[in-house]
């Protein structure tokens, strides 16, 4: 679409998005070149010395056990955050949608969370589950769960995997909610006087028709899990105990500014650009496909 | 409600409750532990559900700082809140100046590459700040930025979405209002202020409650680039009083996280219409 009526003017628009094109050069453009071409160069620590090497960081990635590890806690972990998030709020939402009274005290009672800061939810949960302090272990130690994410990878992916999927659940919440008061009530009416029931109607009509929202949240929810989560792993657990809840980005930052290893942190800043925009592209050709509806 | 289901009716609202008390049972033991002294939260083996007594001590020196029952001098969170403030606010109003800009030049003007421009500002959401965090940095130290306000917020400032959001509904702003304008006269900026900013008023007060949200909330970036104790945002500055946990004056933690979350929850719930709407509009 197009305008037919628009303004005449030769400097005019150049000033108008001058700032904006500034500021995408500067802090977009700039940096994402400088992080492909440091991607083909070995640095020592000091930077005193600077070495061409081509493809060699990316190479060292790929035979990398740990890099290798994390991608496979990154899988887990947006799998799992992912599944639990959007489950949780499907069901919070139906329920939602299905009550007259008090709909938008639920609602603002269960949007909130969205407002907190991902570090935030990362150090309430920690507090709620340390080791010797926190209610929940405490009351996990009572019915004979030995609960310590400081030792037991297991517990740590569990304390992360809470923490991010309770701060997601309100935004999963609201998208699925407007899914729902968008299908037509009619549809819903003339099952119900078919003689469908509850659970069938929603397996039969309401699940099928929310699908294309389900999968808009799905990318959501794993590029949160990829990208968002890093100040809930940094807050929560640092990585640890060992490696084992140290996802992609948290290894980047890692590796770029404690390690101090610029040239595989570039490498790994390159994979992670190409996985955003695999799924930005997966994301968009939804877009367009609904469009056509 | 299609038919009549009490049981079921009922279940809903069951379900419900269960889902906000689990929502709000970090929240509320948060609350506890900040009412509590770092002696007593220490020597609890669990914490008592129900508060303590020392809410004012807490939060006092949590604002203010000071000295630590541990020994060790806290900075106050007072101060903090003030940084994320500033931040937030020029996040959030940078954004939405830049992206009306921008976008009133795409849709309203012609010029030469003017689809490459759009492009360019519209490939940046390929680009999270998460990704690119070593080079972005250089670039930011080499400007002399770090420790700045403006080098906590201006990186953070272009927005793809917004740009594109306002762009869509600049197109849907009839030709007749842009014709009138230009019969009567009106240069383009006067048309910009008289018609279309009145007319995008509900967009921008969505597009602000978001932006306000993503800046206060800002933790790798701040991290990143200050390191003055008068630049932490308070976001950050949480982390930094988690030393440890036989160290750490979890009152004074929890005291800040509740004050940390405080500011943003509050923008969502008074403007829970436009937040809704301009999440929903935005995203999809």
């Not at chain 1, 404690?258 to 997966?282: E, F, N, R």
């Not at chain 2, 203010?64 to 003030?82: H, I, L």
Request: net charge neutral; aromatic share 14%; glycine share 6%.
């Amino acid at each position: 679409m197009e305008k037919r009526v628009r303004f005449r003017s030769r400097w005019l628009p150049w000033v108008l998005i001058a700032p904006q094109m500034a500021v995408v050069l500067v802090f977009f453009f700039w940096p994402a070149a400088q992080a492909l071409y440091q991607s083909l160069l070995s640095q020592d620590a000091f930077g005193m010395s600077v070495e061409f090497v081509g493809l060699q960081n990316f190479e060292r990635l790929w035979h990398d056990e740990s890099y290798l590890a994390s991608f496979k806690t990154t899988a887990l972990f947006s799998v799992l955050v992912a599944a639990c998030g959007l489950s949780i709020a499907l069901l919070l939402a139906t329920m939602a949608n299905r009550v007259v009274r008090g709909a938008l005290a639920y609602r603002t009672l269960l949007i909130w969370p969205y407002a907190v800061a991902p570090a935030v939810a990362g150090v309430l949960w920690l507090f709620l589950f340390a080791p010797s302090i926190g209610v929940v272990s405490h009351a996990l130690h009572t019915i004979g769960v030995d609960w310590n994410h400081l030792l037991q990878a297991g517990d740590a992916m569990t304390l992360v995997v809470i923490a991010a999927v309770w701060k997601q659940i309100s935004y999963n919440f609201l998208f699925f909610l407007a899914g729902l008061q968008s299908i037509p009530r009619s549809l819903i009416e003339a099952a119900a006087i078919d003689g469908a029931g509850p659970w069938r109607r929603f397996w039969t009509i309401v699940f099928p028709l929310l699908s294309p929202t389900t999968f808009f949240l799905l990318v959501i929810n794993v590029v949160y899990a990829f990208f968002d989560t890093f100040a809930i792993v940094d807050a929560a657990t640092q990585g640890g105990p060992g490696k084992e809840t140290a996802i992609l980005v948290y290894k980047l930052y890692y590796d770029g500014f404690k390690a101090m290893d610029m040239g595989g942190s570039a490498a790994q800043s390159v994979v992670l650009m190409v996985i955003v925009i695999a799924l930005t592209v997966v994301q968009f050709r939804y877009v367009e496909r609904k469009v056509q509806y | 409600m299609v038919e009549r289901r009490p049981a079921l009716t009922l279940l809903s609202h069951l379900v419900l409750i269960l889902g906000v008390l689990i929502v709000a049972f970090p929240v509320y033991v948060t609350f506890v532990a900040s009412t509590y002294s770092a002696e007593q939260i220490a020597q609890s083996r669990p914490l008592s559900l129900w508060p303590g007594d020392q809410f004012v001590a807490t939060y006092t020196r949590a604002l203010f700082g000071g000295e630590g029952d541990y020994g060790g001098v806290k900075a106050p969170v007072g101060r903090m809140m003030w940084v994320s403030l500033v931040s937030a606010l020029v996040i959030a109003f940078g954004k939405i100046a830049i992206s009306l800009l921008s976008a009133f030049a795409v849709v309203y003007f012609r010029f030469p590459l003017r689809q490459l421009c759009f492009w360019m500002i519209f490939v940046t959401l390929m680009l999270p700040v998460e990704v690119r965090i070593g080079p972005t940095y250089e670039v930011v130290s080499q400007l002399g930025m770090l420790n700045t306000y403006a080098g906590l917020t201006v990186p953070l400032i272009a927005s793809a979405t917004a740009t594109f959001l306002f762009r869509q509904f600049f197109l849907t702003v009839p030709e007749e209002l842009a014709e009138a304008a230009r019969i009567d006269g009106a240069g383009p900026m006067r048309f910009f202020k008289d018609v279309l900013l009145p007319l995008s008023s509900t967009s921008i007060a969505a597009l602000f409650v978001i932006q306000f949200i993503y800046g206060w909330n800002q933790y790798l970036w701040p991290l990143l680039v200050t390191t003055s104790e008068d630049m932490t945002p308070v976001v950050m500055g949480i982390k930094r009083l988690v030393a440890g946990e036989a160290y750490t004056e979890w009152n004074v933690v929890m005291a800040t996280a509740l004050l940390a979350m405080l500011p943003p929850a509050v923008v969502v719930v008074l403007m829970q219409k436009w937040f809704v709407k301009g999440l929903v509009d935005t995203e999809k």
